[in-house]
């Protein structure tokens, strides 16, 4: 059963500090603790309908439970536990560990006592995301949350988080944290949720400045990079017009209805490279505009990086993505030595066959009978019996011209069998492309066009034996996809690519696949949304992803995208031989096999 344990409720044994104002009208206003709520449900929000959250309260007490997360947890009838720092009641608590715990401190010194006698229970795990909040205004907030995340730290605690009233602006809450997946500042007026607060008599008064949906917009920046993004342009709201969306617009979209979000797009000029995030911690064009939380979510066929990952916040990978290099498409039949050695002996053997028997019927010293008597005169009869080219001076007895009618078909035979010994050969093998690798491309000084980026795949001094600044030198940066194919249809260029946005122009027929061949550059990259760091969403776009990966939807929007035509995508591969390829062979054997009878019957009945 699910369970789920939420703050800021009713305990009647603990010390009343804090009070809600019995008069704010609740519908319009909300306390200062229902911000803190919905702070919580975000910092928990991963796994928010899935796992345990643990709370124990501290010295705090509400005359009514109606923040933000009990209402939420009423309405979907959610179980939890209110778990006050009495240590009969935690000694009977379950010894399940806990996912989540949040704890409500009053002072570091009770902070302090909560750790030892939390620590000691079977359920303590400190593995679990740590929330640690206080609606005592402190002298120094940050040096409380550094002092909060030093207790922590000696019990290896690090995914931590600690919330406090800001001592400048008792109506804000200041958000502390050392986990690379939360970098957060809120102020309430970000969030919405305002209220009025009475402690000790003194009323505190927060006007709602902003609506909920403002907090609740995501602006997201792409590069229009299909299959991933298509579309045929933007309308002034700055949505999407589309007649077939991309695999990642419709992430977005499902993402976004999920959480309840609205999302403004801008685009990426296409025509400039796109920026990079590099070791050093450097940043440029949309990634600097990330970090400097212009946008939320950049999203266009990007890739995952050592660099990226550690500087920013991307999704769990979705789409796992090829780099091609296409080349123009000229087809070359194998050979290799082994097949020239066979032509040449069978031919050799044909011929000598021939002259040896020429040679036998010209040992009659009857002129009658004579062939012919010169050497060089039976070695041209013999080529042209091959041949079956007529022969002049033929010998004048019956029984000779009956000899040479032998020979002709003798010549026929070995003809025949020649010619299906060859042509079987080559129906076995299949033809290669002229430029199907690498070092053949920068041999046959082919014009290198790189997708936008692409160049950062090339590491090593020498790839394929081709040096790294040769490839450098040569490369030409494309940020037209379906330019530069078109520009490999004109057989002087090359291009090096993603395999899937390569079928896409493939598969759309907006260009000749008969006049492109691609194969494998040996690299794959993972694709992903890249968000900022502390992106409220992350976590809870990772699950649906991970839901939408399980059950096929994303594999289903591709197959959708790539239905244009209902072919399955074989495109890419290599083409054998075809029977209807080799009929002009056997068109000229049947002429020649027509030549030979008739000069055949010419040579036996002739006087």
């Not at 991963?46 to 643990?54: A, G, T």
């Not at 020498?462 to 379906?482: A, N, P, Q, T, Y």
Request: aromatic share 14%; charged share 25%; net charge neutral.
């Amino acid at each position: 059963m699910f369970v789920l344990i939420a703050q800021l409720f009713f305990i009647p044994s603990a010390e009343a500090i804090l009070n809600i104002d019995p008069l704010t009208d609740l519908s319009t206003e909300q306390s200062l603790s229902s911000c803190a709520a919905e702070l919580c449900q975000m910092y928990f929000r991963d796994q928010f309908n899935e796992s345990v959250i643990v709370i124990f309260e501290n010295s705090t007490k509400f005359s009514t439970p109606r923040s933000f997360l009990i209402n939420e947890l009423a309405n979907e009838n959610k179980s939890y536990y209110i778990i006050a720092l009495n240590k009969s009641i935690l000694r009977n608590k379950s010894t399940r560990m806990f996912k989540h715990l949040l704890i409500e401190m009053s002072s570091v010194d009770k902070f302090k006592e909560t750790i030892e006698i939390i620590k000691v229970l079977p359920s303590w795990n400190p593995k679990a995301n740590f929330l640690i909040i206080s609606f005592t205004a402190f002298e120094d907030s940050k040096a409380t949350a550094n002092t909060i995340f030093t207790i922590l730290w000696k019990e290896d605690i690090v995914p931590i988080a600690v919330i406090l009233i800001d001592q400048k602006n008792l109506t804000n809450l200041d958000i502390f944290t050392r986990s690379s997946m939360y970098d957060l500042n809120v102020n309430i007026s970000e969030l919405s949720i305002c209220g009025r607060l009475r402690r000790e008599n003194i009323t505190y008064n927060k006007i709602v400045t902003r609506p909920m949906e403002t907090f609740k917009k995501v602006r997201a920046k792409f590069y229009r990079w299909p299959p991933f993004t298509m579309y045929d342009g933007i309308s002034f709201d700055g949505s999407f017009s589309l007649k077939k969306p991309g695999i990642e617009k419709r992430l977005i979209e499902t993402l976004a209805k999920t959480c309840k979000l609205t999302v403004e797009y801008y685009e990426i000029d296409p025509r400039y490279p796109s920026g990079e995030v590099f070791a050093n911690g450097t940043l440029t064009k949309e990634f600097k505009d990330l970090a400097d939380n212009k946008f939320d979510i950049i999203f266009g066929g990007y890739t995952l990086t050592y660099e990226r990952i550690l500087y920013l916040s991307p999704s769990v990978s979705y789409y796992y993505d090829e780099l091609l290099w296409c080349v123009p498409s000229k087809k070359q039949y194998q050979y290799d030595i082994y097949i020239e050695k066979i032509v040449i002996l069978l031919g050799l053997l044909i011929l000598l066959a021939l002259i040896i028997l020429i040679w036998y019927t010209n040992r009659s010293e009857e002129p009658i009978s004579r062939f012919d008597s010169s050497i060089d005169g039976i070695v041209l009869k013999a080529f042209a019996i091959c041949l079956h080219i007529p022969i002049p001076c033929l010998p004048k007895s019956n029984r000779l011209r009956y000899f040479v009618g032998l020979l002709i078909i003798f010549a026929f035979f070995c003809n025949t069998t020649f010619t299906t010994e060859i042509t079987s050969f080559f129906m076995k093998r299949k033809p290669c492309q002229m430029y199907d690798s690498m070092p053949k491309i920068y041999k046959n000084n082919l014009k290198t066009y790189f997708v936008t980026n692409s160049i950062r795949y090339f590491n090593s001094d020498f790839i394929e034996g081709i040096s790294r600044d040769e490839i450098v030198k040569r490369k030409i940066d494309c940020h037209d996809s379906l330019e530069c194919l078109k520009f490999i249809q004109e057989g002087l260029s090359s291009f090096l690519t993603t395999k899937s946005n390569t079928e896409y122009y493939l598969d759309m027929k907006q260009v000749d696949k008969e006049l492109i061949y691609c194969f494998y550059y040996s690299y794959g990259s993972s694709i992903s949304l890249i968000m900022r760091k502390g992106f409220l969403y992350i976590n809870e776009f990772n699950t649906i992803i991970h839901q939408l990966l399980s059950t096929g939807v994303v594999e289903k929007w591709k197959q959708e995208i790539f239905s244009v035509n209902n072919k399955d995508q074989r495109e890419l591969g290599v083409e054998e031989l075809k029977l209807e390829d080799i009929f002009v062979i056997f068109y000229i054997l049947i002429f020649g096999y027509i030549c030979s009878i008739l000069v055949f019957l010419c040579e036996i009945y002739k006087f």
